[in-house]
């Protein structure tokens, strides 16, 4: 399967800092990538839709200036956590889809969490 | 909007039990529907999906999954488990039809012991 590559897997920032996460298609182009947070027994929950040459779709909840998404190119998208607080601390997940169609499938990466201090 | 509920959390079987895991969706319209497998320490990685025609699938690792329309269900079922089995187990739901985003259920977690 297509393979999806995030970075860093983990990240200890100090409260009020930002943080960088990027998410990258390694062999095939993603046209849609999103993102989720993911808190401990919790399940995914979709925090942005993030569209290549556009700008995001956030999620009900999810506050955009907290939260910034670039999707600058096919292959690379980027979550930064701007100011961030205790309360941000989670394990942030994306996912791509291809260019071939809604054929559904998505493809994760591994994940990245994040602790604020 | 969609959403999906699966009702085990936490799931104990020993080795050659049979598996049975309950997934519901709730939408209007025409939906796909997948399970996603997530092992320890790895990727969340596709098991198996529906998009149309035999309700009945069949996935990778002897999993399979019946789509009832009629009760909003897309449970999985593996006749004999193994101790590699053991993961964490997502249904999530899509609309049909251009770029849907994908509505994940809260887990299940499988623990097969040897």
């Known amino acids: ?117 | 909007a969609q959403s999906v509920s699966q009702h085990n959390h936490h799931v104990i079987l020993s080795e050659a039990a049979s598996l049975e895991l309950g997934c519901n969706y709730s939408y209007g319209g025409t939906v796909n529907l997948f399970w996603y497998v997530q092992y320890p320490g790895q990727h969340l990685q596709l098991l198996l999906k529906y998009f149309s025609g035999d309700p009945l699938v069949k996935g990778i690792k002897g999993f399979e999954a019946e789509f009832i329309k009629s009760k909003f269900s897309f449970n999985l079922r593996k006749p004999s488990v193994q101790w590699s089995d053991t993961a964490e187990y997502f249904c999530a739901v899509t609309a049909s039809g251009g770029y849907q985003k994908v509505t994940f259920g809260t887990g299940t977690k499988l623990q097969v012991i040897p």
């Open chain 1, 1 to 117: 399967g297509a393979v999806v590559s995030q970075h860093p897997s983990r990240v200890i920032c100090k409260s009020g800092t930002s943080v960088k996460i990027e998410c990258r298609s390694l062999d095939f182009q993603a046209t849609t990538m999103f993102w989720y947070r993911q808190f401990p027994k919790q399940s995914l929950m979709l925090m942005a839709t993030s569209n290549e040459g556009s700008k995001a779709t956030y999620e009900q909840g999810v506050e955009k200036d907290k939260f910034l998404i670039n999707h600058a190119s096919l292959t690379l998208s980027t979550l930064t956590v701007t100011s961030a607080h205790p309360e941000d601390s989670s394990f942030y997940i994306c996912s791509a889809r291809g260019l071939a169609g809604n054929t559904g499938e998505l493809f994760f990466g591994e994940g990245s969490r994040l602790t604020v201090l």
